[in-house]
C-alpha cells in the first residue's frame, strides 16, 4: 500500500475520512481526491500531534471567529481551511504547507538557515518558544553512540518540543525538526551542535537529550514523514550532549573538551551569543513580555 494510502486510513476519529463510491473508485482508477486528501491530512496533523480537533479551538486566533460547528465532520472543516487557517497551522506546527493542500510527501519544513545558527536562531525566538518548557533532542542511531571519531558518517537529527500552555502538562506539543546534514563525524557540523548546546545549557539551563533511535525511524523523521511524537516528555535517563561542550569546570560530565576551544571560537566568530540574546527579546515580543 502506498504511503499517501497509509496516510488516509489513519485512525482519526469516528465518522471521518471514511470511503465513499467515488472515493473506492478513485482508489481503483486513480488518486484520492484532492478535497478529502486536505481533510485528512489536517487530521493526520492533530492526531500526530495528540490534539482532538474541536480542541484545536484553544488554539486557533479569535479573529478568525471559527466555532465547534466548523470542525464537526470532513465538509466544514473543508470550509474552514482557507487561506489564513492553512498558514496559521504550517507556521504554528512547523509543517509544510504544500504537505497540507495535498502535495508530496514530505510534511516538515527545514528550518530556513539552520547551518547558519544566528538566523536559525532568531527564527526560533520568533516562534516564542525559548522558554524553560523547551526541550531539546538529538536523534542518533540505535547501537551507534556518537563520538568524535573522523571519518566515519554520524547522521543526527535536531529537535526542538515545546508544550501549548493552553493544554494541561505532558500532553500537547509541537515540534521543530533540524533533520538534513547534521553529521557528527564532519568537524563543522560538531561545532555547530556544540555551540548550540552550549548557549542553551548556559543561558537557559537547558539540556539537549541524546535519543537513540531505529534506523528506519531516524530515516523517516530526517526526511520529514514522521512526527517525533514519541518522544520522551523531559530528559530522564539519556545521555545529556551539552557534557560534550563544557569545560570540566563547569560539568563532571565533561566530554571531548579537546575541541573545547574550537567551540568557543565558532560561538565567537558567529556572533551566537549576541544572536542568542536577540532571539530571546524576539521570543519575549512574540509572547507578549516586556
Not at 42 to 66: N, V, Y
Not at 161 to 187: I, K, N
Not at 194 to 218: E, G
Not at 234 to 247: D, I, P, Y
Amino acid at each position: 500500500m502506498a504511503k499517501e494510502e497509509r496516510l488516509i486510513e489513519s485512525k482519526v476519529g469516528p465518522g471521518l475520512c471514511k470511503l465513499n463510491v467515488r472515493v473506492a473508485w478513485d482508489r481503483l482508477f486513480g488518486k484520492p481526491s484532492t478535497s478529502e486528501l486536505v481533510a485528512c491530512r489536517f487530521l493526520k496533523l492533530m492526531e500526530e500531534h495528540g490534539i482532538k480537533p474541536l480542541q484545536l479551538l484553544r488554539l486557533l486566533p479569535a479573529e478568525f471567529g471559527l466555532t465547534a460547528a466548523d470542525l464537526q465532520d470532513e465538509d466544514s472543516i473543508l470550509g474552514m481551511l482557507d487561506d489564513r487557517v492553512l498558514t496559521w497551522l504550517a507556521n504554528t506546527f512547523s509543517v509544510k504547507r504544500e504537505w497540507l493542500e495535498g502535495e508530496g510527501e514530505q510534511i516538515h519544513r527545514q528550518p530556513r538557515d539552520y547551518k547558519r545558527l544566528g538566523p536559525w536562531l532568531v527564527e526560533i525566538g520568533e516562534k516564542g518558544i525559548l522558554d524553560n518548557s523547551l526541550q531539546l533532542f538529538l536523534l542518533h542511531q540505535k547501537g551507534q553512540i556518537p563520538t568524535n571519531e573522523r571519518g566515519r558518517r554520524q547522521p543526527l537529527i535536531l529537535v526542538l518540543a515545546h508544550p501549548f500552555p493552553e493544554f494541561d502538562a505532558h500532553t500537547v506539543r509541537r515540534f521543530v525538526v533540524s533533520g538534513e546534514g547534521w553529521d557528527y563525524g564532519y568537524l563543522p557540523s560538531r561545532l555547530h551542535l556544540k555551540a548550540l548546546a552550549r548557549l542553551f545549557f548556559l543561558h537557559m539551563s537547558q539540556s539537549t537529550c541524546l535519543v537513540p533511535v531505529k534506523f528506519q525511524t531516524l530515516e523517516a523523521v530526517q526526511d520529514g514523514l514522521l512526527t517525533p511524537s514519541f518522544l520522551p516528555w523531559g530528559s530522564g535517563n539519556c545521555e545529556l550532549f551539552e557534557a560534550r561542550s563544557l569545560s570540566s569546570s563547569e560539568s563532571r560530565l565533561s566530554m571531548e573538551e579537546e575541541e573545547l576551544p574550537a567551540v568557543l571560537d565558532f560561538i565567537r566568530n558567529q556572533n551566537l551569543e549576541e544572536a542568542f540574546r536577540e532571539a530571546q527579546r524576539l521570543n519575549a515580543e512574540t509572547n507578549g513580555e516586556r
